[in-house]
């Protein structure tokens, strides 16, 4: 599914077409995805401005306003295989093109989904206090996601350091290929328990799980078959990775063959040499998930 850095480089990519501009109208083919689509949507008049786009987790959200009063915020997730692309508002739609968001200067903001998993959703209230982001905990790249607050945050986790770093309620975004990686250039074994870190490997960590992601989102985003940028183009951080998906190829580092395990029902890509798993395996369940 798209990670943070494909969410990031979305954002970055519809923001200078939707910034500024009048919504002319909301065509909604499919209100079955992960939730259904919002009443709000199917219904919303000509006239909202899009006044801001932006990015919190792996959801991004439209602030929208009705002349200078704030009328509310669409929030939408890309799930597991959808996307969004700008295109000429005539364009014909294609299969699995549920929604489009059409302008008033003829740009239309498309969003296709094969597997509807993805969401649109709507609030007129503070959209951080929505349920699905009231809860969860810093973005990895901004100043409060530091060595202090995951020290503290582990220090009494008997849970798998790899599980740990893909919960939403720890950090957001870090998702399984950029935890693989990040772990690897730590020289952290994902199965090792999380309050074994000292401070110094936390801190470690997270300048390596912020170096990651800010070089994701600088090559726009990772090349999976279900992630496209808004251009139509897949992102090319995929050719820099050094374990994901590398299973029984040389470590670009040692030359140890690198392995793959299922950890919590996904796979880990390691170097045994490099990541020595010295601590003895958790089996602490712990939700990894969107």
């Known amino acids: 599914m798209p990670e943070l850095p494909e969410v990031e480089t979305t954002k970055r990519g519809i923001e200078p077409s939707l ?77 699995h093109d549920h929604i489009d968001l059409i302008l008033k200067n003829g740009t239309c903001l498309r969003y296709q989904d094969p597997r509807r998993f993805g969401a649109w ?17 810093p973005e990895p790249l901004a100043d409060d996601f530091n060595a202090s607050y995951l020290h503290r945050a582990i220090i009494q986790r008997n849970t798998a350091i790899k599980a740990l770093i893909m919960n939403n309620h720890f950090v957001v975004g870090v998702g399984n290929i950029y935890a693989n990686e990040s ?67 040389a470590c670009l580092v040692c030359q140890t063959p690198i392995e793959r395990e299922v950890h919590f029902q996904r796979a880990s890509y390691l170097c045994p040499h490099c990541q020595p798993n010295f601590q003895p395996k958790c089996h602490t369940k712990t939700d990894a998930s969107i």
């Open 19 to 95: 910034k500024g501009q009048t919504i002319q109208q909301i065509i909604v083919r499919n209100t079955q995805l992960r939730w259904p689509v919002a009443a709000e949507l199917c219904a919303v008049q000509p006239g909202l401005v899009i006044s801001r786009v932006f990015r919190r987790a792996k959801y991004l959200l439209l602030e929208t306003q009705f002349g200078q009063s704030h009328a509310g915020h669409i929030i939408i997730h890309l799930g597991m295989s959808g996307h969004l692309r700008l295109l000429a508002a005539q364009t014909p739609a294609q299969k």
């Open 183 to 249: 772990l690897f250039l730590a020289g952290i074994h994902p199965l090792r328990t999380a309050k074994s870190l000292t401070y110094a490997e936390c801190d470690q960590l997270v300048r390596i799980i912020k170096q990651v992601l800010a070089a994701a989102i600088e090559q726009g985003g990772t090349t999976l078959k279900d992630f496209m940028s808004p251009s139509g183009k897949p992102g090319y951080f995929a050719q820099k990775l050094y374990v994901y998906d590398r299973a029984n190829q």
């Open 121 to 137: 959703l709507w609030t007129d209230k503070n959209p951080l206090d929505h349920p699905l982001l009231a809860k969860l905990a």
